[in-house]
């Protein structure tokens, strides 16, 4: 039990300050949360966390929590949900509420202003590791499905402008109708 209590204060420890300090939206809390509990902590190998941000970014609503509840649950079951997701709004909640309630003041202060401009740029790279950490990801398992996928995504999303959701749907479709044929052919 105590082994339970210690995983459990430490995912709320890790999830807190990774909601805290994290800036620019879900994308860059997910490169954070690689590497606090892959590359860290190892609690999660590399292809599981991709399958878990994975089913993080297909569910409705913020990406954070998605990502909060997919570990959680992943580390700890529904007790592990409910600390990683607690812990993941109080920062920004706080933030918020003290934002609001400043809300004139800052809109004018041009140091703030310009602090914002700022963390911009650092955001736009933070979500450029991400993108390349997990396409390289793909392209290191050489599977020439995701591969394709990858790239005809990246195409008709940039290229096209076709929206993200009909993406991740034929996505979804195609990796359903791949399962279920690796699966007939492990029955025969």
């Not at 430490?10 to 909601?19: A, R």
């Not at 991709?50 to 997919?70: R, T, Y």
């Not at 607690?86 to 609001?100: D, Q, R, W």
Request: hydrophobic content about 55%.
């Amino acid at each position: 039990m105590n082994i339970e209590k210690y995983k459990l204060r430490k995912l709320f420890l890790s999830t807190l300050y990774l909601s805290a300090f994290t800036f620019g939206g879900g994308y860059v809390i997910v490169t954070l949360m690689r590497k606090k509990f892959v590359s860290e902590y190892h609690w999660i190998d590399e292809d599981e966390m991709l399958d878990l941000i994975a089913i993080a970014q297909s569910a409705p609503g913020a990406i954070a929590v998605n990502g909060a509840i997919v570990v959680g649950y992943k580390l700890a079951g529904m007790l592990g949900v409910l600390v990683s997701v607690i812990a993941t709004i109080i920062p920004p909640f706080v933030i918020i509420s003290a934002i609001s309630v400043c809300y004139n003041a800052f809109r004018t202060n041009l140091l703030v202003s310009l602090m914002l401009e700022g963390m911009q740029a650092g955001v736009g790279a933070v979500i450029a590791s991400v993108v390349f950490e997990m396409g390289s990801g793909i392209v290191k398992e050489k599977n020439p499905f995701s591969l394709i996928i990858m790239t005809v995504s990246f195409i008709v999303t940039y290229f096209f402008n076709v929206n993200v959701v009909y993406v991740i749907l034929v996505c979804i479709a195609l990796g359903l109708i791949k399962t279920f044929v690796q699966k007939g052919s492990e029955m025969i």
